[in-house]
């Protein structure tokens, strides 16, 4: 089945600093890739999703690398707010079946 | 508004005791859902597929008799967690495929405390 690797697992960065997250995966069949941010007891809420056939996309602050032949990509956060501080996953999926989801980065953003 | 609803969003309970989490699909049917577990400071793992009108597909490890699905109707997909344990204690979360842009849609979670 599908793995999903991700690092880092915390990433502590200044007010204003960019903040980059990675991920590959393993199955080349998977062709969806959402990011997740997730604070504290609450349920994950979708930021940004990329399918295979797009190599970048961008939402204000937040953009979303994809690199097929690798296998990898990449969260792209810049000016980032300490209201961005949460827990971020990336998951692949094939089509809409099930997602497999990395372990998670923890984000802090320091005032 | 919520696609999913899900209940309760947390239960305190003795161990022994067998818990019932709700997930609902509030707008459109569903004929799959999805329940994940996920333990403090980790990630979302799939526990399984609820699948309306059949049996549930369980993802290895995972022991169905211990939790029991039942996906009675096209909009409500129930968990019980069975004699539920400490080690049991966790934060369970459900999802609904959805169309257009998210292929899930995920309810707010049960946060699930045994003592």
């Known amino acids: 089945g599908e793995n999903v690797e991700q690092h880092p697992s915390t990433l502590s960065v200044q007010e204003g600093d960019s903040a980059v997250i990675k991920c590959t995966y393993s199955?080349?069949?998977?062709?969806?890739f959402p990011w997740y941010k997730q604070e504290l007891g609450k349920r994950p809420q979708l930021i940004i999703d990329i399918r295979s056939n797009v190599g970048e996309k961008k939402d204000q602050r937040i953009a979303v690398t994809l690199n097929k032949t690798a296998k990898h990509f990449s969260l792209h956060i810049t000016e980032t707010q300490p209201e961005d501080s949460a827990v971020y996953f990336c998951a692949a999926s094939k089509g809409y079946s099930t997602l497999t989801f990395g372990k998670g980065t923890m984000l802090l953003v320091s005032p | 508004g919520a696609v999913v609803s899900q209940h309760p969003s947390r239960v305190i309970c003795k161990s022994g005791t067998s818990v019932k989490i709700e997930c609902r699909s509030l707008?459109?049917?569903?004929?799959?859902m999805f329940w994940y577990r996920q333990f403090p400071k980790k990630s979302l793992m799939l526990m399984a597929t609820s699948n309306e009108g059949s049996k549930a597909t369980y993802e290895q490890g995972v022991e169905k008799d211990k939790f029991l699905i039942n996906h009675a109707s096209l909009t409500l997909s129930t968990l019980t967690v069975t004699s539920a344990h400490p080690e049991d204690s966790s934060f369970y979360i459900c999802?609904?495929?959805?169309?257009?842009?998210?292929?899930?849609?995920f309810g707010d979670g049960t946060r699930l405390s045994i003592l």
């Open positions: 199955d080349s069949a998977s062709n969806y």
């Open positions: 999802s609904v495929p959805g169309t257009g842009n998210q292929p899930q849609h």
């Open positions: 707008d459109f049917q569903a004929t799959t």
